[in-house]
Each structure stands twice: as C-alpha cells, then as structure tokens.
C-alpha cells in the first residue's frame, strides 16, 4: 500500500477509535488515561525443535492465531525448527504502581512495579469459565518453594466428575501443577505460581490461580515481599503515548470467556497505532 495510502488508513483508525470512545454507553467504563509505558518490541524468533505456535504465544505474550496470520502460515499446519517468525509482542501498561503487582485479566499480562518503575512484564495463564480470576486488590500473604498442592475439595469433585484418580494432597516434583515457586494471596485459595504445563501459560485455562512461565517467576520470585500489593484488573481499552510521537492504542474485545462484562463490544481484539497498522 502506498505511504499516502497508510498514513489515511492509520488516521481513519484513530479517528474510529475515538468515535467509539465518544460514543460508549454510560454504563461502559470510563475511557483510560494515556500510558506513558509500551513494554515487548518486534523481533524475529528462529523456532526450535519441540516448538509450536501455542508455545511459542504463550512464552511471549502473543495470540498463537495472530502469530500464524501474521506470518502468512496455517495455525493447523507444520512449522520447522530453523523456520523464521516475525513476533510483535508490544503491550500497554495499564497504569502505574509505586510498588507492587499489577495483572489485567483481558489481557492476560503481568506487571511488576519497584520504587515507583516498572521492573518486569509477563504473559500469565488465568482462569477458565468456571474457575475465574476475580479481580481487586489482594496482598501476598506466603512465598514458598516447592509447595505441596492440597487438592481444594471443589477440584477433587471436578476430577470424579471427569473419571480421573482423585487426589488430595501432591508432593513437590515434576507432577506437582504448582511448579516450583508459590506467592501465596490473601485471598484464600489463590496464588501466584510456577507451571509444569508451559503452553498453558496466556491462556484461560486455570482453577483462577495466576501461572507463571517456569523461567519468568523464578526471576521474579526475589523481587517480591510480603506483603506487597498485587493489583487485578479487568480494563479493556488501553491508550499509550508513543516515544515516537502519536498514539498506540489497544481495544481488548477477546472477553473472558463467560466473563460477565457491562460493555456489549466483546468479540474479537484490535490493536490501532500510528506506526504500526491493526492487529485483530
């Protein structure tokens, strides 16, 4: 597409954006203010062996169908290791904490906040349908290794249901779902934590714990104290400034699966910048 041809393309899509922020019912939550923070880059992946494209969304905070369109390749199809992808794994911060742990449930992203920066950001897994993250503001209570998992009685009954041997109690190792670190909430019942399941990680696929990439909570795990606020969101419109001039913005239409929503606009995501087209 010619440059002229880009540039109205880009400017129609802002201009889109902020008539369907003008135009958002009353009942919809405020629009955001703009973010001064864009974490991720674009940069090229070499896929090694044992790699698929939902393993590779979920290390690095990508929709796995986004990165097969992107790429021009099938998402059902074959990729190869030494085969070459494009990844743009770009995401707002939502907003700023002094200190703490900040999550947005929509899209499935970390933030880790010491003294007043940002220090780190993280694709995380979260709750399933029947097993939602709840939003709010919680504290972490525990930090532990190697946590046995005490099998909540609700998830014994899930694994009757389904025919599987029911356990109550799994001791730390490779079967443990926990993985090896646990940042135990002051919400009874849910925490932080490892997985032994990698691919499951930026999906929704848990019983409402926050997982982990094995790699990025072992680094994480000695930033954080007792104590400390973690911070759960649901906000669906994310504005940035970008260094460069103009504006990123990101409308997160993929809702929670079965997740109640004051908004009707759930469906599908959308990403409009400046200088970077549209990401559906």
Partial sequence: ????????????????????????AADDPPAPALSPTITGDAF?????????????GARYGVDAVVLARENGIDYHGY???GQRLRLTNRHIVPERLSEGILINLPQRMLFLFRGGELRASYPVGLGHPTWRTPAGDFTVRTLEINKAWIVPQSIQEEMRR?????????????????GKYWLGLSLPGYGIHSTIAPQSVYQFQSHGCIRLHPDDIGAMFAEVRSGMLVR???????????????????????????A???????????????NNGCAR
């Fill in 260 to 274: 109640a929503t004051r908004s009707p606009r759930c469906g599908g995501s959308v990403s409009t910048s400046t």
């Fill in 232 to 258: 759960i969101i649901y906000q669906t419109t994310l504005l940035a400034a970008c260094p460069t001039g103009g504006c990123f913005s990101k409308c997160i239409r993929m809702c929670i699966p079965g």
């Fill in 79 to 81: 990729i190869h290791p």
């Fill in 1 to 24: 597409m010619p440059y002229a041809r880009r540039g109205h393309a880009r400017r129609a899509g802002l201009l889109a954006l902020c008539l369907w922020l003008g135009s958002a």
């Fill in 162 to 178: 389904e025919g599987q041997i029911v356990q109550a109690h799994v001791p730390p190792g490779p079967d443990n779902p926990l």
């Fill in 44 to 56: 090229e992946y070499v896929i090694q062996p044992g790699d698929s494209l939902a393993r590779i």
